[in-house]
Every structure is written in structure tokens, then in C-alpha cells.
């Protein structure tokens, strides 16, 4: 099953300003990742490899905590490189059933278990299966992004807890999952520009790219994805096509 081109849009319908806008910085950033990432990829696997040994000869506490800091800002760095390769139209796509409900709950309970976790999860499935045709890898990098939206938000907040309610159910003829959050919302001036490539409220912590992706992969799966927000609370709703 080939993934559809464009972010969820019919071959028979002329694409808007916006649409074609977003497709266009869309193939800006492909052909920027493909220039970049083969080159950055060997000088970050070299550090990676140095900084282990240096660990092993460090002898000192101090020498311990800047190592580790080093390897904090590597470990940054990498991911930076892995969300920016999946951007590159080449990546493969592999399609395979899957029940949403179930995958979500199993991604929530991960996320549960990290320590010191300053969000609280609380998924609601609705009655049944919601088989979709799916590349899972994919998907999961899509959930994953929002939830980590919602983490940063709550660390924002500093100590005060946050409630992320994820819900699953059949909507028509599309699985519909939702992501609902009490983390402070996203000023009204603001919402229209969240799927922007780097545009972000986070400040510099957060790179911006997490929702452009998400759109990207919902896309590919011929999907619906949107944001809707009242501060202090902000939804992300996605839809995907059940199988027959």
C-alpha cells in the first residue's frame, strides 16, 4: 500500500494558499535533510564513540558530571537528526494492521513509566477494535511528539501536575484519537501556526518541529489532524481511516 502524497489531500481537489504554502517549506526541509544528515551523521556517531572512552578514563566527580553533560547535549543532538530524517520523502513506509486502542494504551503506559514524569495519563477507549492499515514506527512517532509537547508544557509550569486525557473511538469511518491537556493552552494568535516547521511556544527548549511531523506522518496515512485550544486547556484530534 503506497502512502498518498500531500498532507491528507485529495489528487482531485486544487490545493489552498495554505496548503500549498506548507507544502512547499515541506519539500524545503526534504531536500535540506538530505543534504545534511548522511554528513552529520558519521561526526556524531565519532563523538558518541570518544565520549564513552573518556568516560572510562574520567577519574574525577567533576570530570563525571561534564562528561555527562556532554552527553546530554549529544544525546539532543542526535534526536534533532533522527526528527529531521523523518522528514526525507525516502523513508520507508511499511503499512500493517493494527488496533489504535491497543497501541495507544501500551504507548501511555510506557510514557507512564518514566521517572519523575510530570504529567499524568489517563486513556479512554471506546467499545471495540479500530483496525487501521498503519506504518506503527511512524505512528508512534506522531503520539510521541504530542505527548512530549505536553510534557514540556507541564515542565514549563514547574511542580504544579498535569493531566493529559487520551481518548480512542470510532468516528464514522475513521478512528478518532485525541489528546487532551490541561498544560496552559496556546494563545488563540498562535493555534493557526502550530503546524509551522520551527515555530514553536515552548522558547528555545523545543525545536518545532514535533507537530510539523506528526502532520507529515498523519498525512502519509491519509489522516486528519488538528488543534484546538482554550487556554488552559488545548486538544489535538486525529483521524484515521479504519479498514474495510
Same mark, same amino acid.
Given at each position: 500500500?503506497?502512502?498518498?502524497?500531500?498532507?491528507?489531500?485529495?489528487?482531485?481537489?486544487?490545493?489552498?494558499?495554505?496548503?500549498?504554502?506548507?507544502?512547499?517549506?515541506?519539500?524545503?526541509?526534504?531536500?535540506?535533510?538530505?543534504?545534511?544528515?548522511?554528513?552529520?551523521?558519521?561526526?556524531?556517531?565519532?563523538?558518541?564513540?570518544?565520549?564513552?572512552?573518556?568516560?572510562?578514563?574520567?577519574?574525577?566527580?567533576?570530570?563525571?558530571?561534564?562528561?555527562?553533560?556532554?552527553?546530554?547535549?549529544?544525546?539532543?543532538?542526535?534526536?534533532?537528526?533522527?526528527?529531521?530524517?523523518?522528514?526525507?520523502?525516502?523513508?520507508?513506509?511499511?503499512?500493517?494492521?493494527?488496533?489504535?486502542?491497543?497501541?495507544?494504551?501500551?504507548?501511555?503506559?510506557?510514557?507512564?513509566?518514566?521517572?519523575?514524569?510530570?504529567?499524568?495519563?489517563?486513556?479512554?477507549?471506546?467499545?471495540?477494535?479500530?483496525?487501521?492499515?498503519?506504518?506503527?514506527?511512524?505512528?508512534?512517532?506522531?503520539?510521541?511528539?504530542? @505527548?512530549?509537547?505536553? /510534557?514540556?508544557?507541564?515542565? $514549563?509550569?514547574?511542580?504544579?501536575? =498535569?493531566?493529559?486525557?487520551? &481518548? %480512542? !473511538?470510532?468516528?464514522?469511518?475513521?478512528?478518532?484519537?485525541?489528546?487532551?491537556?490541561?498544560?496552559?493552552?496556546?494563545?488563540?494568535?498562535?493555534?493557526?501556526?502550530?503546524?509551522?516547521?520551527?515555530?514553536?511556544?515552548?522558547?528555545?527548549?523545543?525545536?518545532?518541529?514535533?507537530?510539523? @511531523?506528526?502532520?507529515? /506522518?498523519?498525512?502519509?496515512? $491519509?489522516?486528519?489532524?488538528?488543534? =484546538?485550544?482554550?487556554?488552559? &486547556? %488545548? !486538544?489535538?484530534?486525529?483521524?484515521?481511516?479504519?479498514?474495510?
Amino acid at each position: 500500500m503506497a502512502p498518498p502524497t500531500g498532507p491528507h489531500l485529495s489528487p482531485f481537489r486544487r490545493q489552498s494558499r495554505q496548503e500549498k504554502l506548507y507544502q512547499a517549506k515541506l519539500e524545503s526541509l526534504e531536500l535540506f535533510v538530505r543534504v545534511i544528515a548522511h554528513d552529520l551523521n558519521g561526526p556524531l556517531t565519532g563523538l558518541n564513540l570518544t565520549l564513552q572512552a573518556c568516560k572510562k578514563l574520567a577519574k574525577t566527580a567533576a570530570m563525571h558530571k561534564l562528561l555527562d553533560t556532554m552527553d546530554h547535549d549529544l544525546s539532543s543532538a542526535t534526536r534533532l537528526l533522527e526528527e529531521l530524517k523523518s522528514l526525507n520523502k525516502r523513508e520507508i513506509f511499511r503499512p500493517q494492521p493494527l488496533d489504535i486502542s491497543s497501541e495507544i494504551a501500551k504507548l501511555a503506559e510506557q510514557v507512564s513509566a518514566t521517572p519523575r514524569l510530570p504529567i499524568t495519563i489517563e486513556v479512554s477507549a471506546g467499545a471495540g477494535r479500530l483496525p487501521v492499515a498503519g506504518d506503527l514506527s511512524r505512528l508512534r512517532r506522531a503520539w510521541q511528539n504530542i @505527548i512530549r509537547n505536553v /510534557i514540556d508544557a507541564a515542565e $514549563a509550569r514547574g511542580g504544579e501536575k =498535569v493531566k493529559l486525557n487520551i &481518548f %480512542t !473511538r470510532r468516528t464514522g469511518n475513521f478512528a478518532r484519537i485525541q489528546f487532551a491537556d490541561n498544560a496552559g493552552g496556546i494563545a488563540r494568535s498562535r493555534v493557526s501556526r502550530v503546524f509551522e516547521p520551527f515555530f514553536t511556544t515552548r522558547g528555545e527548549k523545543n525545536r518545532g518541529l514535533g507537530l510539523f @511531523i506528526a502532520r507529515k /506522518i498523519v498525512g502519509e496515512h $491519509a489522516g486528519k489532524i488538528r488543534v =484546538v485550544s482554550k487556554k488552559p &486547556f %488545548t !486538544r489535538v484530534t486525529i483521524d484515521l481511516p479504519l479498514m474495510p
